[in-house]
């Protein structure tokens, strides 16, 4: 079982940036393809990125490319989303998954039905 905890939410105004954290319990970490979901009220969750296990690989959803930076540290078992130029739009409970096998860290797997493990979720609030 791997156990996934979010951090690094809160409120900042438009054009700000934070820095998620997704810390991972267990040891196979590092042979996990990592993605980031968002939920904004009264939305379905929604894809926003995902990372190889080697963190080769990387895709976006469109919304946020050129904005967000998806990053991992296997030595720390830990994946990061960088989010810069927010906007109000991007107010959303923000979720990391985890995929155990290869299949994600190949194709980059965009839907939640995909996904293995995820943690709590962190609140992002961007006011304009």
């Known amino acids: 079982q791997v156990q996934l905890v979010e951090s690094g939410g809160g409120l900042v105004q438009a054009g700000g940036s934070l820095r998620l954290s997704c810390a991972a319990s267990g040891r196979s970490f590092s042979t996990y393809a990592m993605g980031w979901f968002r939920q904004a009220p009264g939305k379905e969750r929604e894809f926003v990125a995902v990372?190889?296990?080697?963190?080769?690989?990387?895709d976006y959803a469109d919304s946020v490319k050129g904005r967000f930076t998806i990053s991992r540290d296997n030595a720390k078992s830990t994946v990061y989303l960088r989010m810069n130029s927010l906007k109000p739009e991007d107010t959303a409970v923000y979720y990391c998954a985890a995929n155990r096998g290869p299949h994600c860290s190949v194709y980059g797997c965009t839907e939640e039905y995909e996904y293995d493990y995820w943690g709590q979720g962190t609140q992002v609030t961007v006011s304009s």
């Open positions: 990372i190889s296990w080697s963190g080769g690989r990387t």
